[in-house]
């Protein structure tokens, strides 16, 4: 099948408001359009009437920090990745580097940010990943993209504070063998994995949930309900929080839900509902392209399309 590649007129398609203008991130203002390239991708994978949309939603947890490595409460402390979890990111990249991405959000903490940023490095469809700054008028006007060629080759990283990790209070820089020494076993493993019971000075996994489900609803869910594709990196808890959410754990489900570092999470948003289709193992892996058709025939044109490359 041979692709052809038209230029969309409006050079806003795809882009739309979400839901709620609260805090609205300001690449809203900015004119985004979406890939030239890609637009016919798009056109047969999302473009539907928001209630047949049928969207990708990767979840993926940062790589292995350097907290992790020396088994560090980090919490909300701005911790970089390891060697290793710079691997663990790459790796994570090429499993899903075949699924479509349109949209990143991560959180403001710099392990989830590189491992956004390392992942796509990996992604077929080469665009690069821009980081929309939405701290003032003067960053968004300073920030502003001059060349909409450049602008399709793009995609927007949406920075959101509340898709941190837990806040672990006292906890934050502690030894976890020897916080467990000290307080014991149990009360620590209640501190780290129960729904409701807050590390000393710190957040439970409610009120991590009571910030990080609400932007997600607010934010997210909206981009996926009109087709976009959307990859959200960040954190165990603030993961394991989202999770709950999509799955519908129980507050006693959640205490066993582990989430490793680097490993993309793979859900199909249709018809308002989540399905979790588990973790795509590789671009070589045919049966991500079996989930929908819409990924079938999405897999397929990056096929017919590599040629002109
Ligand atoms: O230290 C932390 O911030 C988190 C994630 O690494 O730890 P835990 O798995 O104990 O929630």
Redesign the pocket.
Known sequence: MAATFKHHPTGLHGWGAPRSSRNLPSFFSMRFPCSTRHHHIRASVSHHSSTEAESALILIRHGE?L??EKN??????DVPLTNRGVEEAIEAGQRISYIPIDMIFTSALIRAQMTAMLAMTQHSQKKVPIIIHDESEQATTWTQVYSEKTTKQSIPVITAWQLN??M?GE??GLN?QETAERYGKEKVHE???SFDIPPPKGESLEMCFQRAVPYFKDFIEPQLKSGKHVMVAA???SL?SIIMYLDGLTSQEVTSL?IS?GIPLLYIYKEGKFNSRGSPVGPTEAGVYAYTQSLAVYRQQLDDMSSCY
């Open positions: 920090s907290w992790n560090l409460f980090t919490g909300c402390c990790e837990r672990y906890l934050q976890k501190w780290r994995r954190h165990g808890n394991r582990e570092t």
